[in-house]
């Protein structure tokens, strides 16, 4: 445990396990549940004292379930920890713009191929520059296509199937998408003009922060099954696209969070922080923000579907075959920050909940229904991202993780250095630099995001998958290295 946590800190906290620790109920005033934060002992010696807190204010909200549960990637974040798991009641709970992020459905997804390693490097620097070139990032970056006001209704209330519809994509894509890239409910009617405005550009847009386009290569499988269920082999191609529903989203956290804000007051709920603004989830407020905010998650869903598409062209035109010949199948694809309305065994009864799931991946067991046909027996792909100089990860789901943690498992590494000081300390063309002589080719819009995002102001995206897979949430099938990486 770090100084700056300090002992007193440690020594409140229960360790279940080797992986669990639990937040004690009276850490704070109003805890309903404890805290379940599952990180190793290093791990835990690097988080914040104020990501601890927000385990424990999450816990004081009606109607949670359980745990308020911190994944091993977790830290500080706006209400919820990033990283921060939790479920309420469908009826007693509430539902949280803190819980989902402005970033709605931040995702990411992995498209295998037939090429190995060896057809990509010596081609590596102009497929990524023609990647660049090819796939709008940035702040305030723009699409090349547009869509009417009409298309972008579609676009929230049918997901992916519209992208498929015109001409984005195959059907197989579909299918390999979590919750067939839609979920039914979402209501346009809910979604401000201003949000309207910010979306309808920039549909197929990378965008900034931590959001990349990665071309990498299977460096390790660790189970063969799984991996034969999911396609992938050593020295194998793949690539991993991470974004989400870029300014539409933004803005209809932005506008429902102004809402939800005085919807606490007049429910009388009582928050410890002001962040957690809520609403009793069947209550308008809640109902409203939930719609609107399944608007933006099927836009996402979208958004990095035309960004595909798009890759799929490139890759077309570097190794002159047809992406159905080059292997460019959509492994799968999983959202990161969302609630959604599931069904999930509570104290032996099935109990519906809504789930907030704030960086962190869905992970449901096999045998799950809504899990795709052919991943059924084996078990969703958990996919966690590297940082753009560290090792990706594939994964498993087990039927453990729907006891530990309401089916979700981690979404990434998690920062451990903050943004502006990341750019104080590093240089972005050095960082480049360096990754350059690992084989690693780097693009961005300025020096500046690549310092923000070098891989050292990460944890280690190996310590934080062997938690996950030690704990039996999620286990590893596959390790990939980068090769190439995109970022806004």
């Known amino acids: 445990m770090s100084e700056e946590n300090g002992s007193s800190v440690f020594n409140v906290l229960k360790r279940i396990s080797d992986n669990i620790w639990e937040v004690p109920m009276d850490y704070m005033p109003g805890m309903r549940v404890p805290g379940r934060i599952f990180v190793s002992e290093h791990l835990l010696g690097i988080l914040e004292k104020e990501t601890i807190d927000q385990v424990a204010n999450v816990a004081t909200l009606p109607g949670i379930l359980k745990y308020s549960m911190a994944m091993p990637d977790a830290h500080l974040g706006y209400g919820f920890s990033i990283g921060g798991v939790a479920a309420f009641d469908k009826e007693t709970g509430i539902i949280s713009p803190g819980g989902v992020g402005f970033d709605i459905n931040c995702g990411v997804r992995l498209i295998r191929t037939n090429l190995s390693e060896n057809d990509v490097r010596p081609k590596l620097s102009k497929l990524v520059d023609d990647l660049f070139e090819a796939i709008p990032t940035g702040v305030g970056s723009k699409s090349r296509i547009r869509v009417s006001d009409s298309e972008l209704d579609e676009i929230f209330v049918n997901g992916v199937q519209w992208a498929v519809d015109n001409g984005y994509g195959v059907k197989a894509d579909v299918d390999n998408c979590e919750s067939a890239g839609k979920i039914s409910g979402a209501d346009p009617s809910k979604v401000s003009i ?87 989830a069947q209550s308008p407020e809640a109902q409203d923000y939930f719609k609107a905010m399944l608007c ?6 979208v ?17 002159a075959e047809e ?53 059924r027996a084996i078990g969703q792909p958990v996919i966690i991202p590297g940082s753009m100089g560290t090792a990706s990860y594939v994964l498993r789901s087990t039927k453990e993780s729907m006891d530990i943690s309401f089916g979700s498992a981690c979404h990434g590494a998690g920062r451990v250095m903050s943004r502006k000081s990341a750019k104080s300390e590093l240089h972005g063309e050095q960082v480049r630099e360096e990754l350059s002589m690992k084989g690693i080719q780097v693009r961005a819009s300025q020096p500046s995001l690549i310092a923000e995002e070098a891989p050292e102001v990460y944890k280690s995206s190996s310590e934080v998958v062997d938690v ?13 290295l980068p090769m190439g990486v995109i970022k806004g």
């Open 194 to 280: 201003k949000a309207r405005k910010r979306g309808r550009p920039q549909l197929g847009t990378l965008g900034s922060g931590n959001h990349f386009l990665e071309v990498q290569y299977v460096d390790k499988i660790y189970d063969e099954e799984a991996a034969s269920a999911f396609g992938l082999r050593e020295g194998q191609i793949t690539f991993m696209i991470h974004c989400g529903s870029r300014g539409a989203g933004h803005q209809i956290c932005t506008d429902h969070l102004q809402v939800l804000t005085q919807a606490s007051k007049k429910y009388n709920i009582t928050l410890p922080d002001k962040q957690l603004a809520c609403a009793p």
């Open 296 to 301: 933006a998650a099927n836009y996402a869903w």
């Open 303 to 319: 958004n990095r579907h035309v960004i595909m598409h798009w890759t799929r062209e490139v890759f077309e035109k570097t190794f």
């Open 323 to 375: 992406f159905g010949d080059l292997g460019m199948h959509l492994v799968y694809d999983v959202a990161h920050n969302i609630a959604k309305l599931e069904e999930h065994n509570v104290d032996g009864k099935k109990t519906e909940v809504y789930v907030h799931r704030k960086g962190a991946t869905r992970a449901f067991a096999p045998g799950h229904p809504d899990l795709p046909e052919a991943y």
């Open 468 to 480: 996950v897979h030690e704990l039996g949430i999620a286990t590893k099938v596959a390790r990939l």
